[in-house]
């Protein structure tokens, strides 16, 4: 496979976030031809407001053009009162704007590979938000992978800071499901070229 790039995003602000360590982690375990980069702006997107739609801020522009210039995105996310991070699906719901054609500009996540997975200190932690942010991606209709499921429990046992992995088992989810987001963007690229 020649290069491609996913852009990795976070749902946590928190600087010692285990899904920070998670999208580490993918970063170390990438195949050959696939390069993640992580997006560290979470935090500049400001809260979704359609009156300023038609010209959005500078942070909303730069993270709606980063999700287009990417191959596929890696959205790793915390689960907070039994959903997905206020800060995750604000800028969610910027780049999905307008979710369907109804002008000449359609959301770069239409048609996006992306896939999920999701990392916890207990129990668990982010399954309930991997399954709001499915839903989502099915308004979108992004091109969402849908295993292996992701769930890191005890995070702190299996993840360090940095990415290492110290646990065999998400070790090998975490590359089947990488190997996965490189057959979705093959395949959903392909589809586009023969349409």
Request: proline letters at 7%.
């Amino acid at each position: 496979m020649s290069d491609r790039t996913v852009l990795a995003i976070s749902g946590s602000l928190r600087e010692a976030s285990f899904n920070t360590a998670l999208i580490r982690a993918a970063q170390r375990l990438a195949p050959a031809g696939l390069t993640i980069e992580q997006y560290t702006d979470l935090g500049a997107i400001p809260p979704f407001n359609e009156d300023v739609e038609a010209q959005p801020p500078a942070a909303v522009v730069d993270l709606r053009e980063r999700i287009a210039a990417a191959d596929a995105l890696l959205v790793a996310t915390p689960e907070y009162n039994y959903g997905v991070p206020g800060v995750l699906k604000n800028a969610l719901d910027w780049a999905s704007r307008p979710s369907f054609p109804i002008t000449s500009w359609v959301s770069p996540l239409a048609h996006k590979p992306i896939a999920i997975v999701g990392a916890a200190p207990t129990g668990m932690g982010t399954v309930r938000a991997q399954l709001q942010l499915r839903q989502l991606f099915l308004w979108t209709d992004s091109a969402v992978v849908t295993k292996p499921e992701i769930i890191v429990t005890n995070a702190h046992e299996k993840l360090a800071a940095d990415g290492t992995v110290k646990d065999e088992t998400t070790e090998n989810l975490l590359r089947t499901l990488l190997d996965a987001l490189a057959t979705k963007i093959r395949v959903t690229q392909l589809a586009a070229a023969t349409a």
